[in-house]
């Protein structure tokens, strides 16, 4: 049987189901815990944060949240990890990643609000209003006559997943021409194209490049995205793009970048995923003025916003529910390809 179909045990003394040990590490409050309770306490028995030892992952059958690289050495009984992040890539470049053990993500929380600070920054950088931000603090009253639109822009978004169509979709509302780049090509049929006017596979990325006004970069961290937009391919893009990226910082190679906006390349970057975090503080891009940099926040999580909170631990108990009824999950991470 495959791990994607996880059938609850049976005790050998009878019918009765064995009660499924079901560890949740991060922190939630007492409403999701009486949620978890209430829903599953019939077939699940659940350590919460709080109450969690150093030999409660040995026991757990169900880890929700993200168990270290240690504990997962420890465990015994695991058949199933249900992350918090959209992200996995800390399991699937693990080399000790538990066999037989099935991963998922919470991909489906982070759309939305990803695609806003997607839009807000560009809007940004169009209008100028770092320059104005900074003319505040100064009292100066200054006006800058420059400024564009994303309107008719030609969007490119690379890696077409659920951040990927969340951004395509809101970018429609400009009247933009949205491109997407994946790892493999899509049918003309597929449900990816209703927010897309045109998918392509990575061997169209170079072409697309130099079409594009706005790229934004989506993809998750594997070897085949390394390092992917390097000094060529950023050279390749118009002068006056705006290059976006909220998906791995290994997308970019970090000196490459420097680089080319050193030579007046790139209208403008909005950056919160980097090569090396926290951005060391001797990097020459804090000081360029047409960067925007945030420490990794695109999509907050737990205590950064109520909404997305709600939308990953909705998405924990969906799968939890799935796993004890013994049906497929949702989201499951191929760790072989890397997400």
Same mark, same amino acid.
């Given at each position: 049987?495959?791990?994607?179909?996880?059938?609850?045990?049976?005790?050998?003394?009878?019918?009765?189901?064995?009660?499924?040990?079901?560890?949740?590490?991060?922190?939630?409050?007492?409403?999701?815990?009486?949620?978890?309770?209430?829903?599953?306490?019939?077939?699940?028995?659940?350590? +919460?944060?709080?109450?969690?030892?150093?030999?409660?992952?040995?026991?757990?059958?169900?880890? %929700?949240?993200?168990?270290?690289?240690?504990?997962?050495?420890?465990?015994?009984?695991?058949?199933?990890?249900?992350?918090?992040?959209?992200?996995?890539?800390?399991?699937?470049?693990?080399?000790?990643?538990?066999?037989?053990?099935?991963?998922?993500?919470?991909?489906?929380?982070?759309?939305?609000?990803?695609?806003?600070?997607? %839009?807000?920054?560009?809007?940004?950088?169009?209008?100028?209003?770092?320059?104005?931000?900074?003319?505040?603090?100064?009292?100066?009253?200054?006006?800058?006559?420059?400024?564009?639109?994303?309107?008719?822009?030609?969007?490119?978004?690379?890696?077409?997943?659920?951040?990927?169509?969340?951004?395509?979709?809101?970018?429609?509302?400009?009247?933009?021409? @949205?491109?997407? %780049?994946?790892?493999?090509?899509?049918?003309?049929?597929?449900?990816?194209?209703?927010? +897309?006017?045109?998918?392509?596979?990575?061997?169209?990325?170079?072409?697309?490049?130099?079409?594009?006004?706005?790229?934004?970069?989506?993809?998750?961290?594997?070897?085949?995205?390394?390092?992917?937009?390097?000094?060529?391919?950023?050279?390749?893009?118009?002068?006056?793009?705006?290059?976006?990226?909220?998906?791995?910082?290994?997308?970019?190679?970090?000196?490459?970048?420097?680089?080319?906006?050193?030579?007046?390349?790139?209208?403008?970057? @909005?950056?919160?995923?980097?090569?090396?975090?926290?951005?060391?503080?001797?990097?020459?891009?804090?000081?360029?003025?047409?960067?925007?940099?945030?420490?990794?926040?695109?999509?907050?999580?737990?205590?950064?916003?109520?909404?997305?909170?709600?939308?990953?631990?909705?998405?924990?108990?969906?799968?939890?529910?799935?796993?004890?009824?013994?049906?497929?999950?949702?989201?499951?991470?191929?760790?072989?390809?890397?997400?």
């Amino acid at each position: 049987m495959s791990p994607e179909k996880l059938p609850v045990e049976k005790n050998i003394m009878g019918n009765t189901e064995k009660k499924i040990k079901v560890l949740v590490k991060p922190q939630c409050d007492a409403e999701i815990r009486d949620r978890f309770i209430t829903k599953f306490g019939e077939k699940c028995e659940f350590v +919460f944060e709080e109450n969690e030892t150093r030999d409660s992952i040995t026991t757990a059958e169900v880890v %929700i949240g993200e168990p270290e690289e240690s504990e997962l050495q420890k465990a015994g009984n695991f058949r199933w990890v249900q992350l918090t992040w959209a992200g996995a890539d800390k399991y699937t470049k693990m080399k000790t990643f538990p066999t037989g053990v099935t991963l998922t993500n919470a991909s489906g929380a982070f759309g939305k609000i990803i695609s806003e600070y997607v %839009i807000g920054n560009i809007i940004a950088l169009y209008r100028g209003f770092p320059v104005y931000w900074k003319n505040e603090k100064e009292h100066l009253w200054v006006q800058n006559k420059l400024s564009d639109t994303i309107y008719g822009k030609n969007v490119l978004i690379l890696g077409t997943g659920d951040i990927g169509k969340n951004i395509a979709h809101r970018m429609k509302a400009f009247e933009t021409r @949205v491109t997407g %780049i994946k790892r493999t090509a899509v049918s003309e049929h597929s449900d990816q194209l209703k927010d +897309f006017d045109q998918i392509y596979d990575l061997t169209a990325l170079d072409q697309q490049l130099q079409k594009a006004d706005i790229v934004i970069g989506c993809l998750p961290g594997t070897s085949e995205t390394k390092g992917l937009l390097n000094y060529d391919r950023l050279h390749s893009m118009k002068k006056e793009a705006i290059l976006v990226n909220i998906g791995r910082g290994s997308l970019i190679p970090t000196e490459d970048l420097i680089r080319a906006l050193q030579e007046g390349h790139l209208k403008g970057v @909005v950056l919160d995923v980097f090569e090396t975090e926290p951005l060391p503080e001797t990097s020459p891009l804090w000081n360029m003025e047409n960067i925007l940099i945030t420490p990794h926040i695109a999509g907050p999580s737990f205590g950064g916003n109520a909404e997305v909170q709600d939308m990953i631990w909705n998405i924990c108990m969906e799968n939890l529910e799935r796993y004890v009824n013994g049906k497929e999950l949702k989201n499951i991470v191929r760790l072989k390809d890397g997400y």
